[in-house]
C-alpha cells in the first residue's frame, strides 16, 4: 500500500529557482522489502534551451541506491542537460548528494544527459548511489529516514 505525502521540490534552472510538487511514498518495487520513498515533479521543467518533462521522479531506496527515470530535450542539437540532486530533511537539513556513477564526469554528483537531436525527447534512466550514513535503531538508514525533499540545479 503506498502512502502519498505532498512535498516540494525545487529547481535551479539556469538563475531561477522553479518551485516543483513532487509525491513521496512508499512505492513498490523489484526490491519490496525495502523502504522506498518517490519524488515526482508534476509540471515541466526548463532551464535554457532544455526542458524535462512531466513525471520526471527520482525512487530513493533505503539501501543507498537512488533511480531516477525522466524524459529530456533541447530546443537546440548537440546540446546536454546537467543535473545534481542534492538531499533535504526538516527544516532545510543537507542530507547530501545523489551520486552519479557515469564514467568520465568530473564531477561525481553531476548528471549529464546528451541531446543529439532537438527533434527526440529522450529518455533518460539514471541508477545512482547516496551516502546511507549511520543507521538507526531499526538498522535503516538516518539519511533515508530524514529525506524529505530533492532539489535539482539543473542547466543547459
Given amino acids: 500500500m503506498a502512502v502519498s505525502l505532498p512535498r516540494t521540490l525545487a529547481g535551479l534552472a539556469t538563475a531561477a529557482i522553479l518551485a516543483a510538487t513532487a509525491t513521496v511514498g512508499a512505492a513498490a518495487d523489484a526490491r519490496a522489502d525495502t523502504p522506498s520513498k518517490r519524488f515526482t515533479w508534476d509540471h515541466d521543467i526548463h532551464a535554457g534551451d532544455c526542458t524535462m518533462f512531466r513525471g520526471a521522479s527520482w525512487l530513493v531506496v533505503a539501501d543507498g541506491t537512488a533511480i531516477f527515470d525522466g524524459r529530456v530535450t533541447s530546443g537546440s542539437n548537440n546540446d546536454a542537460w546537467l543535473m545534481h540532486a542534492q538531499l533535504f530533511g526538516a527544516n532545510g537539513k543537507y542530507l547530501g548528494n545523489i551520486?552519479?556513477?557515469?564514467?568520465?564526469?568530473?564531477?561525481?554528483?553531476?548528471?549529464?544527459?546528451?541531446?543529439?537531436?532537438?527533434?527526440?525527447?529522450?529518455?533518460?534512466?539514471?541508477?545512482?548511489?547516496?551516502?546511507?550514513?549511520?543507521?538507526?535503531?531499526?538498522?535503516?538508514?538516518?539519511?533515508?529516514?530524514?529525506?524529505?525533499?530533492?532539489?535539482?540545479?539543473?542547466?543547459?
Avoid: M
Fill in 99 to 156: 551520486i552519479a556513477q557515469q564514467p568520465g564526469v568530473d564531477d561525481i554528483g553531476r548528471f549529464v544527459k546528451n541531446l543529439p537531436d532537438k527533434r527526440r525527447q529522450e529518455p533518460w534512466h539514471i541508477e545512482a548511489t547516496y551516502n546511507v550514513g549511520r543507521r538507526g535503531p531499526n538498522g535503516i538508514s538516518v539519511v533515508f529516514t530524514e529525506l524529505e525533499r530533492i532539489n535539482l540545479q539543473s542547466h543547459c
